[in-house]
């Protein structure tokens, strides 16, 4: 009977000391809990320090919080620096490409120049004859105003030269373009007049406009001047943007700071500019995603890039990137990107497959901002610097 009462006598106490253990640990699984609920981690001690040190950290978020301006987080990779042993272009320098592009533009362009000076060289210019040579420019997208000055010159200076000569009313021509052009406009990019820090330029663009592949160009056009440069892919939408970058800053030597897809944009801006400063680089060139001029959402985020870049450095210069091939829609597109970013400067691609190189001067006459870039091809070096003279010469032709 003793043994019975032994053995009952150890149950109990077993059972006893089970729920004991289980209370002790449902109140502690509990305090983590609420631990965790209220941001703390509990951080075990290490050996030989004989405490236990509670740390605090904020609680996890589900969704990722939106970016203040006044709140700067790096970029998520570091810059893509070339690969050792790589063999880099050499691009040309920016001095006479347009020059040596002239025959490019000539080709695609002298539709217009022709109808013109086909006009102009008949005997006795009618009324029809005038009518003719608006229809001309307005279909090369010179724009109304600009036009009707172009014409009101021609009449008056054709009366004076009186003379069929194909010379002279080619070089009349050329003449009364290249006023129009803006020649007194000032094409200087911010990478010439900067010295104490690097010049920063923030390039812009509606969706298809050739932004990414212009921005690797300029790349080109800089680093052919001597220039040293660092890129920043801020295009954080399209992961094949930054690849894209990337590509066009190995080709040359020029590194790339990126982040990860989705990532913020700014902070990509901020991390690269940040970058060519402590590199004491010439120019920091950031690739911003490519929005449409009607997404009003877009183009705050657009202000909110800029904002966030100024708290590293000043924007030297907004380039904003227009297809040639819109036609004066581009001149639409320019007026919103103004009034969301203070655009500096045009960079006009896909000039040399349209006859509508008058938009130069619609974009110039209407918004007062200079075209300091074109694109005249495919090729890596298409790019140049805008010279009037130079393209009022391309248009008209031989």
Known sequence: MEFVLIAVAIVVIALLAGVGLLVGRGRRTARLDDDAASGTTLTRPRPGTGSTAVTTAPPRPTTAPPVDDDLLPPADLPPAEPEPGLVFDTPPPSAGRLVRLRSRLARSQSSLGRGLLTVLAREKLT????????????????????????????????????????????????????????????????????????????????????????????????????????????????????????????????????????????????????????????????????RLHTKSGLMDELGKVKRVVEKQSPVDEVLLVLDATTGQNGVVQARVFTEAVTVTGIVLTKLDGTAKGGIVVAVQRELGIPVKLIGLGEGADDLAPFEPRAFAEALVGN
């Open 127 to 290: 009324e029809d004859d005038w009518e003719e040579v608006e229809e001309t420019l307005l279909a090369a997208d010179v724009g109304l105003a600009a036009t009707t000055q172009i014409v009101d010159r021609l009449r008056t200076q054709s009366l004076v030269l009186a003379t069929g000569d194909g010379g002279a009313l080619r070089e009349l021509l050329v003449r009364e373009l290249t006023a129009v052009l803006g020649p007194d406009m000032d094409r200087t990019l911010a990478t010439d007049t900067v010295t104490d820090r690097p010049a920063v330029l923030l390039v812009v663009g509606v969706n298809g406009a050739g932004k990414t592949t212009t921005c690797g160009k300029i790349a080109r056009v800089l680093v052919g001047d001597g220039k040293s440069v660092v890129l920043g892919a801020a295009d954080t939408f399209r992961a094949a943007a930054a690849d894209q970058l990337e590509t066009w800053g190995e080709r040359v030597g020029v590194p790339t700071v990126r982040g990860r897809e989705g990532g913020d944009p700014a902070s990509v801006a901020f991390e690269a500019v940040k970058t060519g400063r402590d590199a004491g680089v010439d120019a920091v060139l950031v690739d911003t995603a490519g």
